[in-house]
């Protein structure tokens, strides 16, 4: 190292031969110091590949310290029902008039959405802790907040504390990640805008296998009143299979299948059966095609006036999405609910069949944490103040991520 040294040395120095004496000075002195910084990474290099680095002493707090992201989410509405009426909706036989929950794009004109503050960091070896804040404009809530091991044996994996199941395709993604700005009306009706996010605990395992396949159990506290809801002690498991493959070099196929098993507020039996299948063409270096799908069924026991039945409820949605480089891309989405066996007797003289919805959007990405989202969709399944209301939509949407924010999955 030391003959190197003094070559570069005497490079630069006939280099700078004809400059003025003090300007070479200046710059060997540059050089010297690039070389010497060069010289102490390389040796803790060696050290630390012969195990002979002593970091004790050399701990630094700075490289424990959390990445943090903040993401704002806003949108102009324009829609065909007041907001009185619209907060009043029913979808018959899944969420009765005035028990919507609508944090999202709730009101004709504008909204602030909400804040997310997203925190991550490693916090030894051993484990990695996340966070996510929401803060609406008259709310604040934690969102997620987990450990996750990084260092477990044979592919496993543990996550715990309050964070998003990983049932189905679209249960585990925030808002911001979706590729339309309103939830599928079968997640919607199911289990409300959050999902299933609870207080829990997970355990992944990914097969040593050339193929991804990875299966996963879950106990969690089942608050979630939608089809869950017994707060009586911890209530609902979930199990799922998923995997993926690619075909050649363009095309890969994600699938799964869920389950979701609980008690609800009758302390009855619910179970939540999902089918998820996404394909990938990766048409150019940043153009692609996505197309993703699930179905979800409900089978639901609750109480009649002589004796308990099962309530069976099932829906999908499926959505074509079009990147067309890193700028633009635009989709079309269709949802329906397509099994609706309970009693609507509530709803004598409405039609409730054929209850769906179709949304096309177009987006633009002037930069990857930055997005503006322009939506139309036409609305057939709510009932409004006793009667079927068809609605139209349209919607600019505007979503800002700052920080170390990662990448979402596609």
């Given amino acids: 190292m030391k003959k190197s040294l003094y070559l570069s040395l005497l490079a630069c120095a006939s280099l700078y031969a004809t400059v003025d004496e003090n300007a070479t000075q200046v710059e060997l002195q540059k050089q010297k110091a690039a070389i010497q910084k060069l010289q102490t990474q390389l040796d803790m290099l060696s050290q630390k590949s012969q ?6 002493a050399s701990f630094s707090q700075n490289a424990y310290l959390p990445d943090i992201a903040l993401i704002l989410n806003m949108s102009a509405v324009a829609r065909d029902v007041n907001n009185t009426a619209y907060e009043n909706m029913a979808i018959p036989g899944f969420i009765d008039a005035g028990d919507a929950e609508l944090p999202f794009n709730k009101n004709r004109g504008f909204n602030l959405n909400y804040a997310e503050v997203a925190m991550h960091s490693s916090v030894d070896p051993y484990f990695d802790v996340f966070a996510m804040f929401h803060l609406h404009p008259n709310a604040f809530e934690i969102g997620e907040a987990y450990v996750q091991t990084t260092s477990l044996p044979y592919a496993l994996r543990i996550k715990a504390g309050k964070f998003k199941s990983d049932f189905g395709r679209m249960n585990a993604k925030h808002q911001h990640a979706w590729h339309f700005d309103d939830q599928p009306i079968i997640y919607k009706a199911l289990f409300g805008p959050d999902s299933i996010s609870d207080a829990g605990v997970q355990l992944q395992w ?4 050339d193929t991804y396949i990875m299966a996963g159990v879950e106990a969690m506290q089942g608050s979630n009143d939608r089809s869950f809801g017994d707060v009586e002690r911890n209530n609902l498991y979930v199990g799922y ?3 993926s493959v690619d075909v050649g070099d363009e095309l890969s196929i994600l699938a799964g299948v869920s389950l979701a098993h609980g008690k609800n507020t009758t302390t009855n039996a619910t179970d939540v059966y999902g089918v998820d299948l996404t394909l990938r063409e990766q048409l150019g270096a940043y153009s692609s095609l996505i197309w993703q799908s699930e179905y979800l069924q409900r089978n639901k026991v609750v109480d009649g006036s002589v004796k308990t039945h099962t309530n069976k409820q099932a829906g999908l949605y499926t959505e074509l999405v079009y990147q067309y480089n890193n700028n633009y891309s ?11 066996d309970v009693d609507l007797s509530a709803y004598n003289g409405v039609n409730t069949n054929n209850l769906d919805k179709y ?3 177009l987006e633009y990405k002037p930069f ?4 503006l989202r322009l939506s139309y969709s036409y609305d057939r399944t709510k009932v409004i103040a006793g009667e079927r209301k068809d609605i139209n939509t349209v919607m600019l949407s505007l979503n800002i991520a700052a920080g170390a924010h990662g990448a979402h999955d596609y």
């Fill in 368 to 371: 990857p944490m930055s997005r």
């Fill in 206 to 209: 990914v097969a040593p296998t």
């Fill in 359 to 361: 949304t096309a959007m």
């Fill in 330 to 340: 635009g989709g079309v989405r269709y949802d329906a609910i397509t099994k609706n």
């Fill in 241 to 243: 299979m998923k995997s």
């Fill in 51 to 56: 195990g002979t680095l002593n970091t004790s």
